[in-house]
C-alpha cells in the first residue's frame, strides 16, 4: 500500500488511523448501497473489534461486506440509517433486540448530517408528519403545513471513501460514489479517509475537514444486488 507523504494528516496503516476509535463511539460512514464505501477503514475496525458502536449511513452494507461485517462481529450496538433491505444479520439482531435501530427518510438524514456539519443543531421539516418517525418531536405550523423539529448529527469520528486526495486531506469523489461521502466528511470530529492520488487543482471536499488521510488501491467493487435480464 503507498502512503501519500505530507503533514501530519497520514498514517502509516489503516489499523493505525483507527486506533483512538474507543467502544461506544459513534461513527458516520460514507457510502450508498455497496458505492463509495470506505471498505478498508471498515475492515481495520472489524480487526480491532471495538464494541458498542452507533452507526449513522445510508444503510448497512450487505451480510459479507461493507458494515454488514461489523453487524456480524456484533460490534454495532445502535444503526441509524435510511434503508436495510439487504441484510438478514441486520434482520435477526433488530427482531431479537440485539440492534437498536433509528429509521430515519433519506433526505431527512442527509440533512441531519449536513446540518452537523455546518453548525446547525436543528431543522424543521414536513417529512414524517403523522407517521411514526413524528412521535416525541415537536411540531410547528409554518405557512399552514405542519412540520418536526429534527436534530443535525454529528459523530465522533467519519470514515469517507474519496477517489484522490493530498496531503493536505483535500478530496475528490467519482462519480455517484460520492453519494453521502461529502456530507459524512463535514460532521465528524475526526473524519478519516481512505483515497488515491489527487491532482490539487481538483477538489470537491477541503482539507479543513478531514484529520487522517490514507491511500489505497485495488478496490474490491461489489454489486448489491444484481439483476439481469433474460436471454
Not at 461513527?27 to 452507526?55: C, H, M, Q, Y
Not at 449513522?56 to 460490534?75: E, F, Y
Not at 405557512?143 to 474519496?162: C, M, P, Q, S
Not at 493536505?168 to 475526526?190: M, Q, W
Request: hydrophobic share 40%; glycine share 12%.
Amino acid at each position: 500500500m503507498k502512503i501519500l507523504a505530507g503533514q501530519g494528516k497520514l498514517n502509516t496503516t489503516f489499523y493505525e488511523a483507527i486506533q483512538d476509535i474507543q467502544d461506544g463511539a459513534s461513527i458516520i460512514v460514507g457510502g450508498f448501497g455497496l458505492s463509495g464505501i470506505p471498505e478498508n477503514l471498515i475492515l481495520a475496525l472489524r480487526e480491532k473489534g471495538t464494541k458498542d458502536l452507533t452507526i449513522v449511513s445510508n444503510n448497512c452494507g450487505v451480510d459479507d461486506w461493507g458494515l454488514g461485517l461489523l453487524l456480524a462481529n456484533k460490534q454495532i450496538k445502535k444503526m441509524v440509517a435510511s434503508y436495510v433491505g439487504e441484510n438478514k444479520i441486520f434482520e435477526k439482531q433488530f427482531l431479537s433486540g440485539e440492534l437498536e435501530v433509528e429509521l430515519v427518510p433519506q433526505g431527512t438524514l442527509a440533512e441531519r448530517i449536513r446540518a452537523g456539519g455546518a453548525g446547525i443543531p436543528g431543522f424543521y421539516t414536513p417529512t414524517g408528519v403523522g407517521t411514526p418517525i413524528a412521535e416525541g418531536k415537536e411540531h410547528r405550523l409554518f405557512n399552514g403545513r405542519t412540520h418536526i423539529l429534527e436534530e443535525g448529527i454529528v459523530g465522533d469520528f467519519a470514515f469517507v471513501k474519496a477517489w484522490k486526495g493530498e496531503p493536505l486531506g483535500n478530496l475528490v469523489y467519482r462519480k455517484t460514489a460520492r453519494n453521502f461521502n461529502p456530507l459524512a466528511a463535514t460532521a465528524g470530529r475526526i473524519t478519516i479517509a481512505e483515497v488515491g492520488a489527487l491532482d490539487p487543482d481538483e477538489i470537491h471536499t477541503p482539507g479543513i475537514y478531514v484529520q487522517r488521510i490514507l491511500e489505497r488501491e485495488n478496490y474490491v467493487k461489489r454489486i448489491e444486488r444484481r439483476t439481469v435480464i433474460p436471454t
